[in-house]
């Protein structure tokens, strides 16, 4: 039977489970703590204090936890989270925490604990640099979207394993939240900040920008391109100094590939606008925000060359062509842009927004930085059928964080 | 137990079966004729004398047909004919045979029988015109394709309706005999007309070709629009003089809309390029050229109209974006063209051909016919991204044709 969870409880459910005592000493003593900060689940941190071990315990709400059991969100997503961090972990092994098992009664997944990893949007806001940042994403997104694509695989294994990946109820939060209600002046769960009204009143009347939002709507419903992760923003990633981890894959489905890239590149660009208020000294605001662009080119770089490397082993004589793979590539680049864009405009409009900007408490100062934001993300949608290369979707963000080369 | 049916045991089996009674007189003397000259199943024909009614028997062998048993094909596929045949007879009634039941042990659909309609490709042979041919089938195509796409259905009822459509086999059927083995040298079941080796040659050596046709094999499977007929040529298509309905419909999966509008328009101009031979009096064979051309526009602009028409009733905001329909009707444009090219090219190199050319004994003539399709089909595959309204793709066979205005 579900149940949730508490600190006590989850000790007694590790004790018992028969898996638990490969990562823990389940008959020494337990400590748990509650950590989950995300939207949806709780999250236990399970620790043995006499070996020094630990796993992590990720359990699904049937509702969304920011917003009480009013809002209800089948706790079935954790399945999906359970079938996804499986695939991750398999095509890109160590970039992921390590899955112990899932308990398709409690819909709680057991994991590896990363054990001093932080999620990075927080440091990030005090200018903190990961070393091969973007080189780990692009190489994360490479390997994930490769593997998972008709690529790799045979139809009937794509088939096979999409049945396993409708996951209706997640994909209908990204197509409201993101594709939908930013762009209605009165939906009821758009907020934003008062200082940018006349901002947002001017975007939500543009024509041309609800257009190119809508094509992208329609790209993340129709094009099934590979198993994406579906929420790649800078709060499900999790590093220290010398190790980085995409977390959180319950939204993966059989989606566009430059959703999972443009959500990541997106989540740069506005940590380098919320910067206009972190980073008050220009010369260390310059560098942070030069750090964030090349982090975006690094991923890019790193993906494109990584997903070029793996084409050239592809079976069928129909990818093997030189004008396929670079109109393939062409195709994902214009996806990575818009999706940059909508990512970053609907944090700024939606519903959910990110600490990076809202943790401004002058709503002046943080009508500052949400507009580079919006200038930004507007026109990477409205631009993004026209981008040609990786070099015009970096001037269109440097343009306006004010980034020049040198 | 499955057991393929005969002309008698097909009667002991309607007599015995439940449903069959409302259609004729189980009671009476049946008679039953095999009439199936496709590549794949069993067709029975049962007629009750008595009270001058019929149905219809459509059995699936588990090889194809005309291969034999060492080409081996799921017999499932009459599950996926009957659950696409249910939704098309929902949304475009009258348009497909009534189905009347599906028996899954025997993998049989018992449908409508159409009395006197005959599959039009043969008559079109003889230069048979039929009233409102693209009319009716651009209808079939704005109903069925709408009503199965994300502008009718919510994002649940859509990937619940696409959980009984992953039609694997039938999918790869096309995959490789569409797209793959026509731009292969060496495919061993790719056959064509010895005179046309130099042509065949020549167009296998087009490396622009082959991109635009690995572009649009990468739709076909990642592009997963609407539940699509799957098979739409001449072939598919019976009526006599006053009733016009779309058979067959066992490849039907989500795919993009335009391999559908573009089956059944580049079949039309396979017809034009055999009436090369089969019209011989200058004036007859320009007439039915120019017959063919409007009956192709007639279907676009029925399908494009009908289609614009269902989207004013969107409830989604999104897609109510007058540019989005704009890119959006243009999208289905540009693969309209190249998805009819590719099934012009795959009918002349590769391993299924049409009676409309292989009719045609002489070799040579054949060649002269052949090189007409050859010709419209190359350009449509190469152009197909640089459509920009069907008078392109009218200009296009139009030239080949040499149909003239007035």
């Known amino acids: ?106 819909m709680l997944n057991a994991m590896e604990n990363l054990v001093d990893h932080r999620v990075i949007r927080f440091p990030m806001m005090e200018a903190k640099r990961y070393r091969d940042l973007g080189v780990t994403i692009g190489d994360f997104l490479a390997r994930t979207l490769y593997a998972t694509s008709d690529f790799a695989l045979d139809a009937a294994e794509k088939r096979s394993m999409m049945r396993g990946f409708f996951n209706v109820e997640l994909c209908r939060i990204t197509e409201d939240l993101v594709f939908t209600e930013p762009y209605l002046r009165d939906a009821p769960r758009n907020r934003w900040n008062p200082r940018i009204d006349a901002d947002v009143a001017d975007f939500q009347a543009d024509e041309e920008l609800k257009a190119e939002a809508a094509k992208l709507k329609y790209r993340f419903m129709t094009s099934a391109e590979a198993l994406i992760h579906g929420d790649l923003h800078t709060g499900s990633i999790m590093a220290n100094d010398h190790d980085i981890r995409v977390i959180d894959p ?133 631009q993004h059928g026209k981008v040609g290369s990786f070099d015009d979707v970096v001037a269109i963000a440097a343009a306006q964080l004010e980034v020049r080369d040198g």
Chains 1, 2 share one sequence.
């Open 1 to 106: 039977m579900y149940r949730p969870l508490d600190v006590d409880t989850v000790i007694d459910y590790v004790r018992s489970h028969p898996r638990a005592k490969d990562h823990l000493d389940t008959t020494g003593e337990l400590e748990a703590v509650e950590v989950g900060d995300g939207n949806l689940n709780l999250v236990f941190k399970v620790f043995d204090r006499s070996s020094n071990r630990s796993l992590l315990i990720k359990q699904a709400l049937p509702y969304v936890r920011v917003a009480g059991p009013s809002w209800p969100m089948p706790a079935e997503r954790a399945g999906f989270e359970a079938r996804a961090l499986d695939v991750e972990h398999r095509c890109a092994p160590g970039l992921v925490p390590e899955p112990y098992w899932f308990d398709e009664q409690l």
């Open 250 to 382: 319950e939204f993966a489905f059989f989606g566009p590939m430059g959703f999972d890239v443009g959500a990541f590149i997106g989540n740069l660009f506005l940590s380098g606008a919320s910067h206009e208020i972190h980073s008050p000294d220009p010369d260390a605001r310059r560098s942070y925000r030069r750090y964030l662009l090349d982090e975006a080119i690094a991923t890019w770089t790193t993906f494109e060359a990584g997903f070029r490397q793996r084409l050239t082993d592809v079976s069928s004589p129909s990818w093997s062509s030189v004008g396929f793979q670079e109109a393939f590539i062409a195709s994902v680049l214009r996806d990575t842009a818009g999706f940059a864009g909508a990512k970053m405009l609907r944090r700024i409009v939606g519903f959910a927004h990110v600490a990076d900007l809202d943790s401004i408490e002058d709503l002046d100062d943080r009508a500052r930085a949400e507009r580079i934001a919006i200038r930004i993300g507007r026109t990477l949608v409205r």
